[in-house]
């Protein structure tokens, strides 16, 4: 079988890091050091997303390493494509009051090695998921029990209809209706998938 034309600078695979490896020159840390360092609340607004693609990745039983440059999040063993919007009425820092969700990049770039990113946006996944962090006061914020995560899940066809680079939690609700559980995930998502020809929202 012939092999695609490779470009000269490509990445060997490497295998997922285990936490224990050590870090050479630096004495006694290992990459879990650098996990607690860069990644130490899930509060913060980056890390808040990453977590949602792994609840999502989790859900639908993916085996796919997440992919930092891909034109989605999350990619089903059989191919189904995920984009996962994160969002919380509390953050990392003080605030007044509840933040108010709004959800941005549903439209995006997409990128390759030979082209570098492309002209127009477009919606570049299969099924969004919209996962909704639920808590209201810090006391109880429990960002690793999922039953204060709620989760919104909508087709592509029915997020095209939105037509917006960005959209609030009310849209996003009135488009899906209620949300459903971590454990309802997976099948909130085959039963949106555009490709079964028996999408429903």
């Known amino acids: 079988m012939e092999q695609p034309d490779r470009l000269p600078l490509t990445p060997l695979p490497v295998s997922p890091l285990r936490g224990d490896e050590p870090i050479s020159g630096v004495p006694d840390a290992t990459v879990v050091d650098f996990w607690r360092f860069a990644m130490p609340d899930l509060r913060m607004n980056n890390t808040r997303g990453l ?8 859900a639908v039983g993916s085996h796919a390493p997440r992919v930092e440059w891909a034109s989605h999040d999350v990619q089903t063993d059989d191919g189904l494509r995920i ?8 953050q990392a820092w003080e605030q007044r009051t509840p933040s108010r969700i709004r959800f941005s990049g549903i439209r995006a770039r997409t ?14 996944a299969d099924v969004y998921v919209f996962a909704v962090q639920t808590a209201r006061e810090h006391v109880v914020y429990e960002p690793l029990d999922t039953a204060q995560w709620d989760f919104y899940v909508l087709p592509r066809p029915a997020v095209a209809e939105l037509d917006s680079d960005s959209v609030s939690l009310g849209a996003v609700r009135a488009a899906a209706g209620p949300p459903v559980s971590f454990a309802a995930l997976n099948d909130r998502i085959r039963a949106a998938d555009p490709r079964s020809g028996t999408t429903s929202g």
């Open 51 to 58: 977590f949602a693609e792994f609840l999502v990745h989790q």
């Open 83 to 90: 984009e996962v919007k994160a969002g919380a009425y509390l």
């Open 111 to 124: 990128w390759s090695p030979d082209d570098g990113y492309s002209e127009a946006k477009s919606y570049n």
